[in-house]
């Protein structure tokens, strides 16, 4: 697959091709969402690969930058993102992607965070005025799976 050049502002944000702009390190940024409760699910970047790897299959693809290499969403838990839409703003440097979810392989709910959570978004932070230090709210209070059961010894996707 190749994507248009990128010719005029007309042709980007009025035209029928898609041009994506990737920033200087080849990746473009992608928010996941639900398709049927329009949560937040996570946030990523892709590269050419991945989204190429995304429209062709139906399935997510990612660049994780913490491993540099290609990552297909659930390759090791199971939990797949099968896009039901892809999105792209007005000026193409964003792609939203709605999707459906699968189950861990190792049993639990339907979720998207490697931290057990349905949703990598699963805490809030706290509004107004603040004289120290901010807290964040837990808006998830149950996981939706056991990582240590789905992942086992396996590394942390995203360690620091």
């Not at 913490?66 to 993102?81: A, D, Y």
């Not at 193409?92 to 349905?118: F, I, K, M, N």
Request: hydrophobic share 35%.
């Amino acid at each position: 697959m190749n994507f248009a050049k990128r010719e005029s502002v007309l042709q980007v944000e009025e035209g029928r091709e898609l041009a994506p702009k990737f920033d200087e390190n080849g990746l473009i940024p992608c928010v996941t969402q639900h398709v049927q409760t329009k949560e937040i699910l996570m946030f990523a970047y892709m590269n050419t690969e991945a989204l190429e790897a995304t429209l062709q299959t139906g399935l997510a693809h990612y660049w994780s930058r913490s491993r540099q290499k290609l990552w297909k969403k659930g390759e090791s838990s199971g939990m797949t993102q099968t896009v039901e839409r892809a999105l792209i703003d007005d000026d193409q440097d964003c792609v939203v992607l709605e999707v459906s979810l699968d189950t861990p392989s190792a049993g639990g709910e339907e979720a998207s965070c490697h931290v057990g959570y349905r949703s990598c978004f699963y805490r809030s932070i706290e509004l107004g005025e603040s004289s120290g230090q901010r807290n964040l709210v837990f808006i998830e209070n149950e996981k939706a799976f056991d990582p240590e059961v789905v992942y086992g010894d396996a590394p942390n996707p995203t360690q620091l």
